[in-house]
């Protein structure tokens, strides 16, 4: 996220060079700096504006629980039930903090979602799905250990989805366990039961990958992107 600081910092910058460029230029007389500043003060509005709207990264709540009327992802106590609403409604640079300890969190979920066999934790570019949030003595903390977050393709045992999640360039996957992937099908679904993987510069961490099948390659994941592992347990 872009602090107050940074912000003006840039602001300031842009005065600075604009001034100069105005002075080189012969712009050196009252009634042309009288001007200078006031496009200068516009210009500044428009910067700020365009800095406080743009670019900005949030947080973003899932809690599998929370079967409540309002829920816009905002906060703990309004976090979303479904985890495919939070990825639809997340953009680049997003971090989607998943509450564990509760029912698996499947890929045909809700309604809207459902897919069959097909459906899978689709990622978006630059998103982080951070699972292992839980409540202790009134706090919320990451403890993946503590709070398991599963993400389950499971269905009804054969049936099950073809993959759980499929990756995106920049994504990440934090303190999560994927389980329950079944690619039994034809090419692409024969591959990838847990994860499939084409993106570039995927990142996976501190994840369990366990009890996913591949009728041919890959059962936990199949990769023909690049994808960078840190303490991934398979």
């Known amino acids: 996220k872009r602090g107050k600081g940074e912000k003006m910092e840039n602001y300031r910058r842009y005065r600075v060079a604009m001034t100069s460029l105005f002075l080189m230029t012969g712009g050196k007389d009252g009634a042309t700096m009288l001007r200078l500043r006031a496009f200068l003060s516009?210009?500044?509005?428009?910067?700020?504006?365009?800095?406080?709207?743009?670019?900005?990264?949030?947080?973003?709540?899932?809690?599998?629980?929370?079967?409540?009327?309002?829920?816009?992802?905002?906060?703990?106590?309004?976090?979303?039930?479904?985890?495919?609403?939070?990825?639809?409604?997340?953009?680049?640079?997003?971090?989607?903090?998943?509450?564990?300890?509760?029912?698996?969190?499947?890929?045909?979920?809700?309604?809207?979602?459902?897919?069959?066999?097909?459906?899978?934790?689709?990622?978006?570019?630059?998103?982080?799905?951070?699972?292992?949030?839980?409540?202790?003595?009134?706090?919320?903390?990451?403890?993946?250990?503590?709070?398991?977050t599963i993400l389950s393709g499971g269905l009804n045992g054969w049936n099950d989805c073809y993959h759980v999640v499929i990756g995106a360039e920049g994504a990440k996957l934090e303190g999560l366990r994927i389980t329950g992937g079944k690619a039994n099908g034809d090419a692409p679904n024969d591959r990838g039961g847990g994860i499939l993987n084409s993106a570039t510069n995927f990142f996976v961490s501190n994840c369990i990958i366990s009890g996913n099948f591949a009728k041919n390659f890959g059962g936990g994941v199949f990769n023909s992107g690049s994808i960078k592992f840190e303490d991934v347990l398979f």
């Open 42 to 148: 516009s210009f500044a509005m428009l910067m700020l504006f365009f800095w406080s709207n743009v670019g900005e990264s949030k947080d973003i709540y899932v809690a599998s629980w929370n079967s409540s009327t309002q829920q816009d992802g905002k906060t703990w106590s309004t976090a979303y039930q479904f985890l495919q609403v939070a990825i639809s409604n997340a953009v680049e640079g997003d971090i989607i903090r998943v509450a564990g300890g509760f029912a698996p969190y499947r890929p045909y979920n809700p309604v809207g979602y459902d897919k069959g066999r097909a459906s899978a934790f689709v990622l978006k570019k630059g998103i982080t799905l951070q699972g292992g949030w839980g409540i202790k003595n009134g706090s919320w903390e990451c403890s993946p250990d503590t709070y398991k």
